[in-house]
C-alpha cells in the first residue's frame, strides 16, 4: 500500500482579490460597535455601560434597528423549518436522542417517527461540516445528476447517499435496505464526499451548484488524489471561477 | 544561582530585554479542523496549543448541568518533553488540577456563560515547551480557542507574568528568571475594562512593590492583547475573503 508523507509548508496568505469589494466592519470581543442607544441588541453584542459591545469575532450585520455580530463558526441553533440531519446517540423510554451538532441534544420522540418529519436514513455516507458554511434554500434534498443525493442538514451534517430508483410508499417502520451498493454508484458518493471536504477547507458556501460544479471539475482525477491540497486548490479555484461566471 | 545576573547595570536581562519587554509572540487560529476553536500559541520558547469543545450537552452526569449557566471544564496537561529533563506525569497530578482549576476560574469570569444554559464548554490546553510564564500562554491559547469556537465572551483574557528584582519590575519571565526564585506574579487581565480576572502569587514581596509589579504586569497584558487582537483581526478577514458574501 502505497503511502505519501509531507512535510510542512508555511500556508500563503489569503489574497485581498479573491473576494468581493465590500469592506465589512469587522469586530473582536470587547470593542465597542457603537454608542448609540436607539438599536436593538442581537446576538454576538451585550450591553456595557452604555454602549454596545461585541462578544464574538465577525462582521457586524445591520438589519434596521438591529445589531448583530454573525461568528464565523458556531455550533448550530435551529430554526422553525430547517431541515436537519442528525445521529442517534441513545435511546430513552419513550424516544431518541438525536445528535445535531448544536448545543444540546435533540429529542425526537417515537410517536413523531411515521409522520411526514422524521425520516431514518438508510445506506449511506455523513460528512460533517461548519453549519455556517450550508447556503440556506428553499429545498435541501437533491437528486444530483452523477447518480446520487445528497441532504444538506441545515446543521452542518450532510448525507451522501444513492439515488433509490423508485420512490416508494412507505407502509410505516423502517425498513433497511441492505442490498449491496454498486461500485459505480461508491464511487460516485466517494468523490462527492472528497469534494465536499476540499470545499469546506477552503471555506466555500456549500449548495446543490457548488457541489457539481466541484464534482465536475474533480473528475479528471483520481478520487483519492481530490485530498491533496494542491488538487484541491486547483479544482476550487475552478468551482468559484465557474460560479462567478455564472452570476455575471 | 551565584553569578547570574538577572538585571544588568545598563538594564538588560539575560535575554537582552528590557525589563518591560515581552518576548516575540506568535500564534495561529483554527489550527484543528476537527475541535470547534483551537488555536496555538509561541511566546519566546513557550508554546502551548489550546482545544475547545462546545458548548454541547453534558457528558457523563446530567447532575452536574447547572439550570442557568454553562459548566465550563479546563483540562490541563504538559507535555513529558516540554521541560528541559522528561519527566513523565500522571493525568490527575497536582499541577495539573490546580492549573486546571485557576484556567477555569479565569474563564468562568469572562464567558458569557448565561447564553448557553445546561450545557457544557470544554478547553483543553497542552504546553508543548515550557520555557516561564507556562500559565500566561495557556490563558491567551485558550483565549484565542475559544474565539475560533464563537463562544460569546466578555473581552479578550490576556495574562502575563512579572517579577521583581533590584528594585525593578520585569514582565514576561523566562524559565531562567522564574528559577531564580525571586517573587513572580501572574496576572489575567480583561483589557477593555481593566478589570482582573486572575491574580496570582505565591511568594514573598513586600507591599509597597506590588503595586508596582500589578503595573508592570498590566502593562504587558495589555501589549500582548495588541497582538492578539492584530491575530484575531487577521484570522477573521481571511475567513470573510474566503467565504465571500
Redesign the interface.
Known sequence: MAMEMRLPVPRK??S?S???ETK?H?V????TITTDTGFMRGH?T?M?EEKL?A?????VERVNKLICVK?????YNGEVGDIVVGRITEVQQKRWKV?TNS???SVLLLSSMNLPGGELLGQGVLVQVPPS?VKRQKTHFHDLPCGASVILGNNGFIWIYPTPEHKEEDAGGFIANLEPVSLADREVISRLRNCIVSLV?????LYDTSILYCYEASLPHQIKDILKPEVMEEIVMETRQRLLEQEG | MAGLELLSDQGYRVDGRRAGELRKIQARMGVFAQADGSAYIEQGNTKALAVVYGPHEIRGSRARALPDRALVNCQYSSATFSTGERKRRTHGDRKSCEMGLQLRQTFEAAILTQLHPRSQIDIYVQVLQADGGTYAACVNAATLAVLDAGIPMRDFVCACSAGFVDGTALADLSHVEEAAGGPQLALALLPASGQIALLEMDARLHEDHLEQVLEAAARAARDVHTLLDRVVRQHVKEASILLGD
Open positions: 496568505p489569503v485581498e479573491l473576494g468581493r465589512k469587522l473582536v470581543p470587547g470593542d454576538g451585550y456595557g459591545i462578544s464574538v469575532a465577525g462582521p461568528a464565523l463558526k458556531t455550533r445528535e448545543r444540546l441534544d458554511l477547507t477552503q471555506r466555500m458556501l
